[in-house]
């Protein structure tokens, strides 16, 4: 089929509301060396989507305006130089924008194939999710099997996935929710104890469940009031990653328990590193991962599907935070996204 000229993509005029978030038509972009186009089956919502929507997530330098982070679909032009890949391949990618559209471009080097047995819609859930959590909790904080993990947010994308693969490599997960429903979502995923954070200290609860040991990696998105009692859960040389800052990000501690207790405070975010170190990370996610979902293991969890044209609805559900795990888009209401 040839490939339009013309595309229906969501890309806001300026900053705003849900609202903003309407259909348009934008020209369909063509692959550049080493890279490849995609027909859009689905992709996924994640929080940057919501923040750039707002005007408060500053973008990298040539990044489409058009909102969305991973895709899944069917490459349908091929740049120079690109060998891995041929027209017809399905695939699910990390893209550094553009994902809110019928097609999209990436590096051919961010495409993964579609995991054995997952829909396109599934496969759609995976790329910025477990990178995110493969980049931070185990590339960044070194989690190894017999080790401990606290996940803030365990209901999130992010919370729900950390959760899956720490306790798949040998970890002990504990979580903090905000309700009975998102507790019971996360044991199922495996976390060892759910803690509801408007009924429970967590950190006293974390000192409770470890005999006052700690955990060895914090996984956190709220940032300021979780600051203090984040560094008292740690055990010696623990890990604290920062991976957003949803409530605050300057606040005021006495860091001595870091020198001390020799913990580590990091984070990152994914979508501002190069496209070589995005590539790696890819590489690594593949080599680690994709056999663990081909055997049905640490799937993504599929709260919500919209179509394109309501992605507005999408976003007020994430802004509400009563979702337990993915949001997702899907592109044309064909089946694409199912197979």
Same mark, same amino acid.
């Given at each position: 089929?040839?490939?339009?000229?013309?595309?229906? $993509? @969501?890309?806001?005029?300026?900053?705003?509301?849900?609202?903003?978030?309407?259909?348009?038509?934008?020209?369909?972009?063509?692959?550049?060396?080493?890279?490849?186009?995609?027909?859009?089956?689905?992709?996924?919502?994640?929080?940057?989507?919501?923040?750039?929507?707002?005007?408060?997530?500053?973008?990298?330098?040539?990044?489409?305006?058009?909102?969305?982070?991973?895709?899944?679909?069917? /490459?349908?032009?091929?740049?120079?130089?690109?060998?891995?890949?041929? /027209?017809?391949?399905?695939?699910?990618?990390?893209?550094?924008?553009?994902?809110?559209?019928?097609?999209?471009?990436?590096?051919?080097?961010?495409?993964?194939?579609?995991?054995?047995?997952?829909?396109?819609?599934?496969?759609?859930?995976?790329?910025?999710?477990?990178?995110?959590?493969?980049?931070?909790?185990?590339?960044?904080?070194?989690?190894?099997?017999?080790?401990?993990?606290?996940?803030?947010?365990?209901? =999130?994308? @992010?919370?729900?996935? $950390? /959760?899956?693969?720490?306790?798949?490599?040998?970890?002990? &997960?504990?979580?903090?929710?905000?309700?009975?429903?998102?507790?019971? $979502?996360?044991?199922?995923?495996? %976390?060892?104890?759910?803690?509801?954070?408007?009924?429970?200290?967590?950190?006293?609860? @974390?000192?409770?469940?470890?005999?006052? *040991?700690?955990?060895?990696? @914090?996984?956190?998105?709220?940032?300021?009031?979780?600051? &203090?009692?984040?560094?008292?859960?740690?055990?010696?040389?623990?890990?604290?990653?920062?991976?957003?800052?949803?409530?605050?990000?300057?606040?005021?501690?006495?860091?001595?328990? &870091?020198?001390?207790? *020799?913990?580590?405070?990091?984070?990152?975010?994914?979508? %501002?590193? =190069? /496209?070589?170190?995005?590539?790696?990370?890819?590489?690594?996610?593949?080599?680690?991962?994709?056999?663990?979902?081909?055997?049905?293991?640490?799937?993504?969890?599929?709260?919500?599907?919209?179509?394109?044209?309501?992605?507005?609805?999408?976003?007020?559900?994430?802004? =509400?935070?009563?979702?337990?795990?993915?949001?997702?888009?899907?592109?044309?209401?064909?089946?694409?996204?199912?197979?």
């Amino acid at each position: 089929m040839p490939i339009p000229a013309e595309m229906t $993509a @969501i890309d806001p005029a300026t900053p705003g509301g849900p609202e903003v978030l309407v259909a348009v038509s934008r020209p369909v972009p063509r692959p550049g060396p080493g890279e490849v186009l995609v027909k859009v089956a689905a992709a996924g919502v994640n929080r940057p989507d919501v923040l750039q929507r707002m005007g408060l997530y500053p973008m990298p330098p040539g990044a489409p305006t058009v909102p969305g982070l991973e895709i899944a679909g069917t /490459i349908v032009a091929l740049g120079d130089g690109v060998e891995r890949w041929h /027209i017809g391949d399905a695939v699910c990618a990390l893209v550094a924008g553009g994902g809110y559209a019928e097609y999209c471009l990436t590096d051919a080097r961010h495409c993964l194939p579609v995991p054995k047995g997952l829909s396109l819609l599934q496969a759609a859930a995976l790329p910025e999710t477990y990178l995110t959590v493969w980049a931070n909790l185990f590339d960044r904080a070194r989690l190894q099997s017999g080790q401990s993990v606290l996940v803030h947010g365990g209901s =999130s994308g @992010i919370g729900i996935t $950390a /959760i899956q693969l720490a306790k798949e490599f040998g970890a002990t &997960v504990y979580t903090t929710v905000g309700n009975a429903g998102k507790a019971t $979502a996360c044991v199922a995923a495996g %976390a060892r104890r759910a803690i509801n954070y408007r009924e429970e200290d967590f950190a006293a609860v @974390i000192a409770q469940e470890t005999e006052g *040991r700690g955990v060895d990696v @914090i996984i956190d998105m709220v940032g300021a009031p979780y600051i &203090v009692r984040n560094i008292a859960s740690l055990a010696l040389e623990g890990c604290l990653v920062q991976l957003a800052f949803l409530e605050g990000s300057k606040f005021e501690f006495d860091a001595t328990p &870091v020198m001390l207790r *020799r913990l580590t405070l990091t984070g990152s975010t994914l979508r %501002a590193r =190069s /496209i070589e170190q995005k590539a790696a990370i890819v590489a690594r996610l593949q080599a680690k991962v994709w056999p663990v979902l081909a055997q049905g293991r640490c799937l993504p969890v599929i709260h919500a599907v919209f179509p394109l044209a309501r992605a507005s609805e999408a976003h007020l559900l994430m802004e =509400s935070s009563q979702h337990i795990g993915k949001i997702m888009l899907t592109v044309k209401d064909d089946g694409d996204a199912a197979r």
